[in-house]
């Protein structure tokens, strides 16, 4: 099987006419307001290393500015590095041809937007199949990939209407149905879901998983929501500055903050849905509670089943119901709970 992992490399992005002549000074400590303050140039993304595991949601978050934008758009390389690499497959994306990069973008990648970015003169299915046409695929099988997609983001009976006769959430399954139809081994995803209501958008996230879970797909997902890149990263990486501040799973960020910044935007979050029962349990116990709870459920799951039985303990068990450890209430709670700070 072909390794559809993307490898960042010491990436850095200075927009300005001699981005590279303060590559230097930047990597000896000078400040993007110092840069942009004494040269008029800025720094958009600061020596960026990131391991994009194939087959696997990698978020990239941070609030307006950080950067996560502008290195989304590095990987199909619709802006060009200052110095820096984007390996896939062996090859610098940085360094193809125009000819090679023409087709990396249009069999290896595919984009969802945020402003959705259907042309409003087609139909739906006319929008879903417009990158299939682009590559010169027949007509008919054109036709039924795309109508294969939208039924399975939900829209069927759809395929004939027009952008201006959808809801947001609506034109959104059709972007995504469009990415989909291309087939291509990465996804990437700018803030794909955040012009929509909150109930949309969690639809969207469970649709996004649910298609995940099938299709393999290696995906970059932008978004500056924390609560976002829990529920969908299989691993997440938060930028500030247009530096990476910390990047690990979702779990290791919420336990194990890398400073105050990291500390502050997880404080808010919802401990019991993230954190798994794997992560706190007591390892090779022997398994003589008298109630089981699931290897990889939450802790508020955990939490339920102990309040529920009365019991103190459960045993943590595998998928083939044999015990790998047990957990306590109070160690559940415990992990629940964010810690004040100091």
């Not at 110092?34 to 040269?39: G, S, T, V, Y």
């Not at 990263?233 to 530096?243: E, F, N, Q, T, V």
Request: aromatic letters at 4%; glycine letters at 8%; a negative charge.
């Amino acid at each position: 099987m072909d390794d559809h992992s993307i490898e960042i490399r010491n990436l850095y992005k200075i927009f300005g006419a001699h981005g590279k002549k303060y590559i230097e000074a930047v990597e000896n400590g000078m400040s993007k307001d110092e840069l942009n303050a004494k040269h008029g140039h800025v720094l958009a993304l600061k020596d960026i290393n990131i391991h994009i595991p194939q087959a696997k949601i990698q978020v990239i978050m941070g609030l307006s500015g950080s950067g996560k934008s502008t290195l989304i758009r590095h990987i199909n390389r619709l802006i060009v590095p200052t110095v820096g690499e984007v390996i896939y497959q062996g090859e610098d994306v940085c360094k193809m041809s125009e000819s090679d990069l023409r087709e990396f973008r249009r069999h290896k990648t595919a984009m969802v937007f945020q402003k959705f970015s259907l042309l409003p003169h087609r139909t739906v299915i006319k929008n879903t199949l417009f990158g299939l046409e682009l590559q010169g695929i027949a007509k008919k099988e054109c036709e039924e990939r795309a109508r294969h997609w939208l039924v399975r983001v939900g829209l069927e009976g759809y395929a004939d209407r027009y952008p201006n006769e959808l809801s947001g959430g609506m034109q959104q399954r059709v972007g995504l149905a469009r990415a989909l139809t291309n087939d291509a081994d990465i996804l990437l995803m700018d803030e794909a879901f955040s012009a929509l209501d909150p109930l949309i958008r969690n639809d969207m996230q469970a649709i996004l998983l649910e298609l995940q879970a099938e299709l393999h797909k290696t995906v970059v997902f932008i978004t500056h929501d924390l609560d976002e890149a829990l529920r969908l990263g299989d691993r997440i990486a938060i930028l500030r500055d247009g530096a990476v501040i910390q990047q690990g799973t979702g779990q290791e960020i919420v336990l194990k903050p890398a400073d105050a910044y990291i500390t502050d935007f997880v404080k808010e979050v919802n401990r019991g849905r993230v954190i798994l029962v794997d992560t706190i349990m007591k390892t090779g116990a022997n398994g003589s509670a008298s109630v089981s709870i699931p290897s990889g459920s939450r802790l508020e799951n955990a939490a339920k089943l102990l309040t529920d039985s009365g019991e103190a303990t459960a045993n943590v068990v595998d998928d083939k119901g044999v015990s790998i450890g047990t957990i306590s209430m109070k160690a559940t709670i415990d992990a629940m709970v964010t810690p004040a700070s100091h």
